[in-house]
C-alpha cells in the first residue's frame, strides 16, 4: 500500500501527465481514487445523461455500431478530459488488462468527428504519431493504444470490445 505522500505525489503527476496515457500502475492509482457510480446492472455512469455498458465480445466497428444500438445506445463518445479518465477506469474495471475499446469517432471528410454529433474530435489524447492513417485504411478510432487511454486510429473491420453509451 503507498504512502499518502506517494499516493498525492502520483495524483499529482497523473493530473498534468501529458496526452492522458498512463501505465498499468498509474492507472490503478488513478482508478484507486476514483468512485464509479453504478446504472443499473454492470453499467456506470459516465455523465448526468448517461450510463455506460460493455458488449460481451470483440466485434468490428460497424457490428458494435448494431450492437450498442441492440441496447439502446451508441458507442461511447467523450465530451471531456473528466469522461475520459472515467471511461479508462471503467475499462479497467470491466477487464484489468489493457484492451482496444472502440469510440464513436470515424473519419468525415476533413478530420474524424463523433459519429452521433457530427463535431470534431478537438482536443484528444492520440498516441504519439496518430492518426497515421496506414494504409490508406484506417477511418475508425479506438482508446487504449500502446498504454492505458491514448486514441488510435485503426481499420474499422478490426475485432475490439465495445463501450455503448445508453441515454439514462
Given at each position: 500500500?503507498?504512502?499518502?505522500?506517494?499516493?498525492?505525489?502520483?495524483?499529482?503527476?497523473?493530473?498534468?501527465?501529458?496526452?492522458?496515457?498512463?501505465?498499468?500502475?498509474?492507472?490503478?492509482?488513478?482508478?484507486?481514487?476514483?468512485?464509479?457510480?453504478?446504472?443499473?446492472?454492470g453499467e456506470y455512469r459516465l455523465n448526468d445523461d448517461s450510463?455506460?455498458?460493455?458488449?460481451?465480445?470483440?466485434?468490428?466497428?460497424?457490428?458494435?455500431?448494431?450492437?450498442?444500438?441492440?441496447?439502446?445506445?451508441?458507442?461511447?463518445?467523450?465530451?471531456?478530459?473528466?469522461?475520459?479518465?472515467?471511461?479508462?477506469?471503467?475499462?479497467?474495471?470491466a477487464f484489468p488488462f489493457r484492451l482496444h475499446y472502440w469510440?464513436?469517432?470515424?473519419?468525415?471528410?476533413?478530420?474524424?468527428?463523433?459519429?452521433?454529433?457530427?463535431?470534431?474530435?478537438?482536443?484528444?489524447p492520440w498516441r504519439e504519431g496518430q492518426p497515421d492513417n496506414?494504409?490508406?485504411?484506417?477511418?475508425?478510432?479506438?482508446?487504449?493504444?500502446?498504454?492505458?487511454?491514448?486514441?488510435?486510429?485503426?481499420?474499422?473491420?478490426?475485432?475490439?470490445?465495445?463501450?455503448?453509451?445508453?441515454?439514462?
Amino acid at each position: 500500500m503507498p504512502s499518502a505522500v506517494t499516493t498525492i505525489l502520483l495524483m499529482g503527476a497523473l493530473m498534468v501527465a501529458p496526452a492522458y496515457s498512463w501505465t498499468l500502475k498509474e492507472v490503478a492509482a488513478l482508478c484507486a481514487t476514483m468512485e464509479l457510480q453504478p446504472c443499473d446492472a454492470g453499467e456506470y455512469r459516465l455523465n448526468d445523461d448517461s450510463c455506460v455498458k460493455f458488449l460481451p465480445s470483440q466485434i468490428n466497428f460497424q457490428e458494435a455500431q448494431e450492437g450498442c444500438q441492440l441496447v439502446d445506445g451508441a458507442v461511447v463518445e467523450l465530451t471531456n478530459a473528466d469522461e475520459h479518465k472515467k471511461l479508462v477506469c471503467m475499462t479497467f474495471a470491466a477487464f484489468p488488462f489493457r484492451l482496444h475499446y472502440w469510440l464513436g469517432a470515424t473519419r468525415g471528410p476533413d478530420d474524424f468527428e463523433w459519429v452521433r454529433r457530427g463535431e470534431p474530435l478537438k482536443t484528444v489524447p492520440w498516441r504519439e504519431g496518430q492518426p497515421d492513417n496506414f494504409e490508406d485504411n484506417e477511418d475508425c478510432v479506438w482508446m487504449n493504444s500502446g498504454s492505458w487511454g491514448p486514441f488510435n486510429d485503426g481499420p474499422c473491420s478490426e475485432l475490439s470490445s465495445v463501450p455503448c453509451q445508453i441515454s439514462k
